[in-house]
């Protein structure tokens, strides 16, 4: 199997974007800022590329940190919040602000 380099994703952008004004090759980016090649080539051929696995988020990060801190701040109180009650309020959340999903009956 092969072994996955790990690498810094601001030093990709910088390192995308010399690429792009011409300043550097594709061979000076990878040695200057530690990107390995494929990686340039292919970030600048597919720009939509999904980094993560798995299907797409139905929530946005935002979102997501907010229906936690949600469930913290309920908690912290004394009122700690089940399955049943974090489904229902998806499922309000999905009814106010509608968006293409999966789920039945939001």
Known sequence: MP???QYDKSKLKYA???IQNGTESYRTAEKQY???KFSS???LKHPGYKET???SPILTSE???LLVSW???NAAKGFPRKANDLTNSVQRFLTVNP?????NNN
């Open 3 to 5: 072994k996955l380099r």
């Open 16 to 18: 995308l974007r010399d």
């Open 34 to 36: 530690r990107i390995p």
């Open 41 to 43: 080539e292919f970030k």
């Open 53 to 55: 696995l798995g299907p």
């Open 63 to 65: 979102e997501e940190a």
């Open 71 to 73: 469930i913290r701040d």
């Open 99 to 103: 968006r293409p999903h999966k789920f």
